[in-house]
């Protein structure tokens, strides 16, 4: 290696924190990756917390990890392997042997890998890297815990509180090693802790000190720069998918008019949108935390016929208890969200890891013939999108919308360049007016879109009755009348059915004219995009379908699918949507291709997948 | 403030016909319930009417106001949704002994603990009508049903216990056949700010027929039954000469003019005392004691509904923020240029 710094650019790189649950990783990457996207790089992250709240210190169940993956071009998904992996301890390194490259800079601290350490994390000899196999990794082993105190040496603070900075010093290794100025990370930090002086002060000097030792000690170590992207000029934060969802819905209340009411019960991974808008009351946000899921969706469907913009969140168990209610609503014609964090399953299963299983509970999980609107969001923050969509369409139609998301894009996190209000419509709920008080009837409906009109309760003039029994087509008194069961049922199917007037053509991606189709919806987006793009640009043709309208479907997918002579069905379930395309579209002949293993797709798996398609 | 319209009972009857069983009690309740909505002098527009299922349960479809037959035990959520939603509608929950305290038990108990300003009517006839005679979370010990053939083994709830043990702000009792108590709780449980619970004890002719007939009958309702009035004293009886009296940890029934007794020594009814453990005895009288009717308890709290309301006006008055876009520029940004 030559003795002078060489600086190397780089497209992307992916770098993995990873310690104990106390260690602050989180933090640490989510910092970095709002450094890294302040400096003009595109950012996308995904955190990957334990499954319990405090595990023993030092043990791998309590390992938490943050993963960034930056880049000079546009980029969807957090990555695979990790170029870079911190690893504040042996248990994290252990953890995260198989998510890195084998040939990955790993920044350790030495500290950590003493003979108890490594004994908790379960290791049988005391040479670690030997054990893991990790013969090819560029190992940069740094006493962060000795330097750490003697960097807080004279600064008063008790020993438990000079330990909680060690992150702060594998940051400014981070800055140092990514050429990102450390002025820029004690910025940020400056806002972040401007109430706590103290704690600030101690991270701005295990900060500096930790950008300084990498500068000084390791000054012939080849360094990297992730040169800027041309992203669209603008206001960017850093979004996660349960934000964005939140944020969507308070922007069509604004659109609507109508004021925000969100029935909740806390269960993972969907909590933080209650907890987001909890906190927004100075927009005027109600919000209820029921006693369970079934109040939960029950307070909103209550909120609803007194005029609300109503909404539920939830998670898979929950929308299995809402599914009485969803019926409810679909029954009264009632406008309602219902915004499902999938989660593994079945049952408790994985809370905080990420499926699409819930797909079939959501069209078909009620009794009856219950059909209702279903929308999928496909990044974080596009979730802000169809937060808002979902809300316009529950609202315009008078129907429940379950809005499907998952636990990938609910704590992934993107940049997002903020939304003027002005780009986003109008929402026009189809309210009685005066004029129809003589002819008006609860269940009289519009001719085109079989759409009822809406008498908010307190309309002066308009009172009426609605309930779950089947009731008389316009007149919505209790009937039983055999036809008219028939009717009502047509006309609720009818009514879904005409919402698809109201949704996007299915858009085809990647190289149109190819013959193998990769078909994919919802959070799976990222990583099958960048496995289409990859593979095209590597000169093999594969086209890319990837829905956001589940239910109804965009009135062109049966003409896109039949273009294609193999169609394979790629998500994170059994063949759920898959099934549901053969069940609607006559004559196609579908693949597919599952994982259920609570975690994403890898794009190198994709590619894999599809390339084998291409060649058979 | 708008003029006031006098309403009158018809004004609340909708055009649907009334189709329970013929002698049941809740026709009577229906009643004294319009009457009351005339008396109370909301507009059936201003006029929320929620129920869940149940033979009660139909009450909304014969009400001439804003109204919705719900899902089975849900009521009370759904009609706390539509109070907080617009606390300016006067919202009624009409319920049964199943639906409130079995499958609803839980939205019940919830709803009274925040203290929603719900108006709860509870239909009890300690049996299920709808599903043809079933017995309910309110049917006594060793209650003989098709479900209980042998006779049930399972303690019921109380539901006076039950509203004060989830610190209940309002409870009344009245029975079917008492047209003017009914009639005057229902008013009184409109006017008090706050979840309201008003036991009504009625008949159900068809399956469980004079379940209440040891306290309804007129040769001994007056002896059997006290109808509690705030500020007065506890005098009952055919004679108007029998009084409750402390007596230890509960209480005992006194004749007047006997041992020396007089009106002096009478308890006088407190239904506004903050500690509910007196309103906790008379609701739970019985046997030698009379049955309470009338309002056991009236506690002003603050609302559920209210304080929600509140609480966004004070973050208000403190946060100048009123638009999304304007909240999202407050965040951590920054910029491409």
């Known amino acids: 290696m030559s003795e002078s710094a060489k600086i190397t650019s780089l497209d992307q790189v992916v770098i993995r924190f990873s310690g104990d649950s106390g260690d602050g990783m989180q933090l640490t990457g989510s910092l970095f990756s709002n450094l890294s996207a302040i400096y003009g790089n595109e950012i996308s992250t995904f955190p990957d917390y334990p499954a319990e709240i405090r595990a023993p210190q030092g043990t791998l169940s309590g390992v938490s990890g943050y ?550 | 403030m708008m003029e006031s319209i006098q309403y009158k009972p018809q004004d609340f009857k909708s055009s649907q016909e009334v189709r329970w069983c013929p002698g049941c009690g809740d026709y009577a309740v229906l009643n004294s319930l319009q009457k009351a909505m005339a008396e109370i002098g909301v507009s059936p527009d201003k006029t929320v009417v929620i129920s869940g299922i149940g033979c009660s349960s139909r009450l909304p479809y014969y009400v001439n106001s804003y109204g919705m037959h719900t899902i089975h035990g849900r009521a009370s959520a759904i009609a706390s949704g539509v109070k907080v939603a617009n606390p300016e509608l006067t919202v009624w929950q009409v319920t049964g002994d199943g639906d409130c305290l079995a499958i609803g038990g839980n939205h019940f108990i919830h709803a009274v603990r925040r203290n929603v300003d719900l108006n709860i009517l509870l239909f009890n006839n300690e049996i299920y009508g709808l599903t043809k005679g079933q017995y309910s979370p309110t049917s006594r010990f060793g209650f003989v049903s098709k479900s209980s053939p042998y006779g049930t083994v399972e303690e019921p709830f109380s539901p006076s216990q039950l509203t004060l043990g989830a610190r209940g702000t309002f409870f009344a009792r009245t029975l079917d056949v008492d047209v003017k108590t009914s009639q005057d709780v229902i008013v009184q449980a409109a006017k008090h700010k706050g979840c309201s619970v008003v036991e009504a004890l009625v008949n159900c002719v068809i399956f469980n027929d004079g379940t209440h007939k040891t306290i309804t009958d007129k040769d001994f309702r007056a002896d059997k039954t006290i109808v509690l009035k705030h500020g007065e004293p506890m005098i009952y009886g055919k004679n108007n000469d029998k009084g409750l009296i402390i007596d230890g940890f509960s209480l005992k029934s006194v004749t007047l003019g006997e041992n020396g007794i007089t009106e002096k020594d009478i308890l006088v009814h407190d239904a506004n005392c903050v500690d509910p453990t007196l309103h906790f005895i008379l609701g739970n009288m019985k046997g030698d004691l009379p049955v309470a009717l009338g309002v056991i308890r009236n506690v002003d709290q603050p609302t559920y509904d209210a304080s929600v309301a509140e609480q966004i006006a004070d973050v208000q008055a403190k946060r100048p923020i009123r638009k999304l876009e304007d909240f999202l520029h407050t965040l951590e940004t920054w910029e491409i240029n």
């Open chain 1, 67 to 616: 993963q960034v993956h930056v880049g000079s071009k546009k980029i969807y998904t957090p990555g695979d392997l990790a170029d870079v992996l911190i690893a504040m301890n042996p248990a994290a390194l252990k953890v995260n042997k198989n998510a890195i490259k084998s040939t990955a800079i790993v920044i350790a601290d030495s500290d950590a890998f003493d003979a108890n350490s490594l004994t908790k994390a379960g290791y049988k000899t005391d040479a670690p890297f030997e054990e893991l196999n990790l013969k090819g990794i560029q190992l940069i082993m740094t006493p962060i815990t000795s330097m750490v105190k003697a960097s807080l040496s004279e600064n008063g603070m008790d020993n438990k509180s000079v330990l909680r900075s060690k992150n702060m010093f594998a940051l400014g290794l981070l800055c140092w090693l990514f050429n990102i100025p450390v002025d820029a990370a004690m910025h940020l930090l400056t806002n972040k802790f401007k109430k706590k002086q103290a704690i600030l002060q101690a991270n701005l000097k295990v900060l500096t000190d930790g950008y300084n030792y990498g500068h000084n000690t390791h000054s012939s170590v080849s360094t990297y720069h992730v040169n800027p992207t041309d992203m669209p000029k603008g206001t960017y934060t850093d979004v996660k998918g349960n934000q964005a969802t939140a944020w969507g819905l308070i922007a069509a209340s604004e659109k609507s008019g109508l004021p925000l009411f969100l029935g909740s019960y806390p269960i993972t991974p969907a909590t933080e949108i209650l907890h987001e808008l909890s906190a927004r009351k100075e927009l005027g946000v109600k919000t209820f935390q029921a006693e369970d899921e079934i109040a939960g969706i029950c307070t909103a469907i209550g909120a609803s016929f007194a005029g609300s913009l109503a909404a539920t969140s939830t998670s898979g168990p929950g929308l299995a208890l809402k599914s009485e209610a969803i019926g409810l609503a679909v029954m009264a014609e009632l406008p309602l969200v219902i915004v499902d964090v999938q989660r593994g399953g079945p049952s408790t299963g994985l809370p905080t890891k990420t499926e699409q299983s819930d797909l079939l509970q959501a069209l078909y999980g009620r009794n009856g013939e219950s059909p209702c609107v279903v929308v999928a969001a496909s990044t974080p923050a596009n979730c802000f999108d169809y937060a808002f969509i979902a809300s316009k369409l529950a609202l315009e139609h008078m129907t429940p919308v379950i809005l499907l998301t998952d636990g990938f894009l609910a704590n992934g996190s993107s940049a997002w360049k903020l939304p003027s209000m002005d780009d986003y419509p109008v929402i026009h709920p189809p309210f009685v007016h005066e004029d129809m008080q003589e002819t008006w009837m609860p269940y009289l409906r519009n001719s085109e879109n079989y759409v009822r009109y809406w008498a908010v309760a307190g309309k002066e003039g308009f009172a009426h009755r609605i309930g779950g029994l089947e009731k008389d087509n316009a007149t919505g008194c209790i009937s039983t009348n055999p036809t008219n069961h028939q009717l009502m049922t047509n006309l609720r199917q009818a009514k879904i059915d005409a919402v698809a007037k109201n949704i996007p053509l299915l858009e085809v991606q990647g190289n149109e004219e190819a013959d193998v189709l990769v078909v994919g919806w919802g959070g799976t987006f990222g990583h099958l995009y960048t496995a289409v793009e990859e593979i095209n640009a590597a000169g093999r043709k594969v086209a890319f379908a990837h829905f956001n309208y589940i239910n109804p479907l965009p009135s062109n997918t049966a003409d896109v699918l039949r273009k294609y002579k193999k169609i394979v069905v790629c998500e994170l379930n059994n063949g759920q949507f898959a099934g549901y395309l053969r069940s609607t579209i006559e004559g196609i002949h579908v693949l597919q291709f599952n994982k259920v293993e609570g975690q994403p797709f890898t794009v190198s798996e994709l590619t894999n997948h599809i390339n084998s398609l291409l060649e058979n």
